[in-house]
C-alpha cells in the first residue's frame, strides 16, 4: 500500500529515464537526505567524527571497489594503497598549492590515484580471478613501501608521518585540521559523498556502466560483441581508483587528521573489500549498508557489550570484535550471498505486494 | 650510464667478489622458500579438492603455533602438546567443514575467498582471546629439533654458516612433500581427493564423500600449518605478523600454478632466493627494503608471459 508504483504513468522519455521513477523512492530518498542534514544539529560531535564522517568515506571507497569488482568484475586487494595515492597526493598539492580549496584539491588528487589505477590495471587485460588479486596485492605492498621510502611525499617529516595543516575555504570557515568543527567537515564530507555518487550512479546505468557488466559476465563474448575490452577495463580501473583516491583525501583531511603508511595497509584493502561483498556485488546502496555494517558493528560490540554486563578489558573487547566480525561474515555470506542489497530489494518486494503474500 | 652501471654490472661483480656471502645469501633464501613452499603448499591441498583459495592457511600456521606454545606453557609436555595441538588442528578442520565449507558448497569462488578471510578474521580474534597477542617464544629444544650452527670454510677464509634448525627444516618439508605425494598417489583417500579435485559431480556418483574429503583435505593442510608454525617460530617469533608473511605465498603459488605440489615447492624456492638476492645486490640502490614486495613484482611480471604458472593445467576459455 505504501510502496506501489502501480497508477504512476511515464509520459515522457526524461521521466522514464529518471534515477528514481518511482515517487515512493523520491520521497525516500528526500527524507533520507533529509536526515543526514538533520544528524549533525542533534547528534554529538563523537558521534559525526567517528562514525558519520567514516562512514561515509569508506562507503565512498566502497562504491570505487565495487566499480572494478562488483561492475566490472576485477578483484582488487589494493584499495587501500589506491586510497593512499589519494591522501599523499591531496598532501603534496596543497603544499604546493596552499591557497586552493581544499575540496577542489581532493577531486583533482583522485585523478593521480586513477593514473595509478590505470598503471596497476594493465595487467588485467591478460590476467583474470585469482591471479589478478595478486597484481593488485603487487599495487598494494609496492605503493605502501613508495609512501615509507619517498621522503619527498611526506615533505621530509623526521616522523614518517602526514599530518594535515589548517586550511579555510568558503569565507573563513575551518575546514581541515585539529581546529575545524566535526559539523563542517561531515558537511563537506557528505556533499562531495552524494555529489560524486549521483556522478556514479549515471555512469553504471549508462554506456559504460553497461560494458563493464558485459566484461564482468564474459569478457570474451563482450569482446566479440563489440565491447573493447582495453577501454572497457581500464576505465573501470581509473573510476574505481578516483573514487578510492578522492575516499582516500578525504579520510585523512576529514576524519584521520594525520596519518602514518600504516594507515593504507592490507587490512584496510580487506577492510573495503567486506563492505562491498557484504553490501552486495554491483550495487550502489549495497555499498553503503556495508560501509555501516562493516565500520558500525565494532563499535556497537565496543559500546554494547561492556553496558549488557559483560565487564571485561577493552582490548578482551577488542578481540571478541575481531572473532565476531569475522563470523558475521560467514554468517552472512551462507544465509545471503547476494548480501544485504538483496535483502533489501526483497523487502521492497514484499512491501510492494503488502499485505497480501503476492501480487 | 653510471646508474645502469650500478644495475646492470655492479651486483654480479659483488656476487664473484664475495662467493661465501652470495651463498649465505643464497641458503637464505632457500629457508625462506622452504617455509614459502609450506605454507602454499598448504594452499595447494585444499585448492585442488575443493576449489577453495583458503586464505585462512596463514592464520592457521600462526594458530597452531600459539596452540602449541599456549599449551606447553600451561604445563603440558612438548610432545603431548603437540599431538593435541593436532587434535585441535583436527577439530578445527571438522567445524570448518561443517560450519564454512558445507552451507557455502557450490558458491561462486569470490564467496568462497571471503568466507576463508571471514574465517580468518575469526581465528586471528579467537587467538588472540584465547593467547594473547603478544609474540611468543617456539618450543623449539623441547621437540627436539637441533639448535646450533655449522661453519664451512669457503675459498679463502670465507664462512658459510648453516643453521641446524634450517636444515632440519628444509628435510622436514621434503619428507612431507614426499609422504603427501605417497598419500595422493598411493592410497584410497588420496585417489579419492584427486577424483573430488578433478570433478565434484562425478565424484559424488562414484561414492565418494565430499564432506569426508573435505575434512580430511582440512586437516592435512592443519597438519602442514602446524609444521610451519614450527619451523618458522624456531627462525623468529610465534606471531600474528606471520598473517601478512602467508600473503607470499599467493605469487608462490602464481609461479607454481594454484594445482600443482611440486610448483609449490619449486615456486616457493624461486621466490624465496629471488627477494633474497634483489634486496640485497639491488635492494640498496632504490633505498632497501623490496622484499615487501619484490616477490610480486615477479609474480605479476612472470603472469604476463605465462598465465597459468609453470606447472598449472592450461587455461581454456569457451564462450
Known amino acids: 500500500m505504501l510502496y506501489r508504483e502501480s497508477g504512476q504513468y511515464k509520459t515522457t522519455y526524461i521521466a522514464d529515464q529518471a534515477i528514481f521513477p518511482i515517487r515512493e523512492d523520491r520521497i525516500g530518498m528526500a527524507i533520507i537526505g533529509l536526515i543526514a542534514i538533520a544528524i549533525p544539529f542533534v547528534a554529538s560531535d563523537f558521534f559525526l567524527n567517528a562514525i558519520m564522517t567514516p562512514f561515509l568515506i569508506l562507503a565512498l571507497a566502497a562504491i570505487g571497489l565495487n566499480i572494478l569488482t562488483g561492475y566490472a568484475g576485477q578483484l582488487s586487494l589494493g584499495t587501500g594503497a589506491f586510497m593512499g595515492v589519494g591522501a599523499y597526493s591531496c598532501y603534496k598539492l596543497t603544499t604546493i598549492f596552499p591557497d586552493v ?28 580471478g585469482l591471479y589478478l588479486a595478486v597484481t593488485t596485492l603487487a599495487a598494494q605492498f609496492f605503493l605502501e613501501w613508495c609512501f615509507i621510502r619517498i621522503p ?22 575551518i575546514l581541515t585540521g585539529p581546529s575545524a568543527a566535526p559539523m563542517t567537515q561531515y558537511f563537506v564530507v557528505l556533499g562531495v559523498v552524494v555529489v560524486v555518487t549521483l556522478a556514479v550512479k549515471n555512469i553504471v546505468r549508462g554506456r559504460i556502466g553497461r560494458q563493464w557488466m558485459m566484461i564482468r559476465d564474459m569478457d570474451i563474448a563482450a569482446e566479440l560483441m563489440g565491447v573493447r575490452p582495453l577501454t572497457a577495463k581500464l576505465s573501470a580501473f581509473a573510476v574505481s581508483s578516483y573514487l ?17 603508511p600504516s594507515a593504507f595497509s592490507i587490512t584496510l584493502s580487506f577492510q573495503i573489500l567486506f563492505m562491498v561483498i557484504l553490501g552486495g556485488l554491483g550495487s550502489l546502496v549495497g555499498s553503503f549498508f556495508g560501509a555501516a555494517f562493516i565500520w558500525g558493528l565494532p563499535i556497537v560490540l565496543r559500546a554494547g557489550l561492556p553496558a549488557i554486563g559483560i565487564d571485561i578489558g577493552a582490548e578482551t573487547v577488542f578481540h571478541i570484535a575481531t572473532m565476531v566480525v569475522g563470523a558475521l561474515i560467514i554468517f552472512f555470506l551462507i544465509v545471503e550471498p547476494h548480501g544485504l542489497a538483496r535483502l533489501w530489494s526483497l523487502g521492497k518486494e514484499k512491501l510492494r505486494v503488502w499485505p497480501f503474500p503476492y501480487g | 650510464m653510471d646508474f645502469l652501471h650500478s644495475i646492470l654490472v655492479d651486483p654480479f661483480v659483488q656476487m664473484v667478489e664475495l662467493p661465501d656471502f652470495f651463498l649465505q645469501v643464497l641458503w637464505e633464501g632457500f629457508v625462506a622458500g622452504v617455509l614459502y613452499a609450506l605454507i602454499a603448499l598448504g594452499f595447494v591441498l585444499i585448492f585442488k579438492a575443493s576449489g577453495v583459495f583458503n586464505f585462512a592457511q596463514g592464520i592457521m600456521v600462526v594458530f597452531a603455533g600459539l596452540t602449541l606454545v599456549g599449551l606447553h606453557e600451561k604445563g603440558v609436555p612438548a610432545y603431548l602438546a603437540l599431538v593435541l595441538t593436532i587434535g585441535v588442528m583436527g577439530l578445527l578442520a571438522l567445524a570448518v567443514e561443517r560450519f564454512v565449507m558445507r552451507p557455502l558448497v557450490n558458491q561462486p569462488d569470490i564467496i568462497l575467498l571471503m568466507s576463508t578471510i571471514g574465517l580468518t578474521y575469526f581465528l586471528v580474534g579467537f587467538g588472540e582471546f584465547v593467547f594473547g597477542g603478544e609474540p611468543k617464544q617456539m618450543i623449539t629444544e623441547e621437540l627436539g629439533l637441533p639448535t646450533g650452527s655449522t661453519a664451512f670454510e669457503i675459498g679463502d677464509g670465507g664462512l658459510l654458516i648453516l643453521q641446524h634448525i634450517d636444515i632440519a627444516a628444509a628435510v622436514i618439508a621434503l619428507i612431507m612433500v614426499g609422504v603427501l605425494a605417497v598419500f595422493f598417489n598411493k592410497t584410497r583417500i588420496g585417489r579419492a581427493l584427486r577424483a573430488v579435485a578433478d570433478d565434484h559431480q562425478a565424484a559424488l556418483s562414484v561414492g565418494i564423500s565430499l564432506n569426508q574429503i573435505w575434512a580430511i583435505v582440512w586437516f592435512a593442510a592443519g597438519i602442514v600449518a602446524l609444521t610451519t608454525g614450527i619451523m618458522w617460530g624456531a627462525r623468529s617469533d610465534v606471531s600474528f605478523a606471520l598473517e601478512i608473511i602467508a600473503l607470499k605465498a599467493l605469487p608462490v603459488l602464481i609461479l607454481g600454478g594454484f594445482t600443482s605440489i611440486p610448483g609449490a615447492i619449486v615456486g616457493g624456492l624461486i621466490i624465496g632466493i629471488g627477494e633474497k638476492i634483489g634486496e640485497i645486490y639491488w635492494g640498496p640502490l632504490v633505498g632497501g627494503g623490496i622484499e615487501s614486495w619484490l616477490a610480486y613484482m615477479i609474480a605479476l611480471i612472470f603472469l604476463l608471459f605465462r598465465p597459468q604458472g609453470l606447472f598449472g593445467e592450461r587455461i581454456i576459455e569457451r564462450v
Do not use: H, Q
Open chain 1, 101 to 128: 580549496n581544499i575540496i577542489i584539491l581532493v577531486l583533482i588528487s583522485g585523478l593521480f590515484s586513477a593514473g595509478i589505477g590505470v598503471i596497476f590495471g594493465l595487467p588485467s587485460l591478460r590476467i583474470k
Open chain 1, 152 to 173: 619527498w611525499l611526506y615533505n621530509y617529516n623526521p616522523s614518517g608521518a602526514i599530518e594535515v595543516p589548517e586550511r579555510r575555504g568558503f569565507g573563513d570557515l
Open chain 1, 244 to 260: 578510492c583516491g578522492v575516499a582516500g583525501a578525504m579520510f585523512i583531511f576529514f576524519y584521520l587528521g594525520a596519518a602514518e
